[in-house]
């Protein structure tokens, strides 16, 4: 495994230039990696990322040829790991999605208790007593 660093060292390995890498990153999910929140910036990846993209991009013939592409034995190996990992992202999204759904109604039910505490009417602690021994009020 090598690390590219550069979207010049990426171009170079794909045999393409860097506004077209710059293009499938954009378009097709090309996995580059950047600093913490960054959209721009320095970038990095590995030929394996790369190899495995290859492997995946749904048309595939819009790309040059590439030599480095497992081709061997290997490649069983990686195609099923390949569809592991979209599997597991697939999985990931739908758990993401969850969760948000989650949180939103966490936050409309917590909004409706609040609005019902707040609705009711103020009650001297002296009533409050009231409520729970009917003896009346102790000062």
């Not at 034995?73 to 195609?79: A, R, W």
């Not at 989650?102 to 505490?117: G, N, P, S, V």
């Amino acid at each position: 495994m090598e690390y590219l660093t550069s979207w010049k060292e990426i171009a170079n390995y794909l045999h393409s230039g860097v506004r077209t890498v710059q293009r499938y990153e954009s378009d097709s999910g090309f996995p580059v990696h950047r600093l913490a929140g960054k959209r721009r910036g320095s970038v990095r990846t590995t030929t394996t990322e790369i190899d495995a993209w290859m492997l995946t991009v749904s048309n595939q013939q819009n790309f040059k040829s590439h030599p480095k592409v497992v081709v061997g034995g290997e490649s069983g190996k990686l195609s099923q790991g390949i569809r592991r990992m979209i599997e597991l992202q697939k999985q990931s999204e739908f758990l993401q999605r969850e969760h948000s759904s989650a949180r939103t109604q966490l936050a409309e039910q917590l909004a409706k208790l609040r609005f019902a505490i707040a609705a009711q009417p103020f009650i001297p602690e002296c009533m409050q007593s009231l409520l729970m021994r009917p003896e009346g009020c102790a000062e």
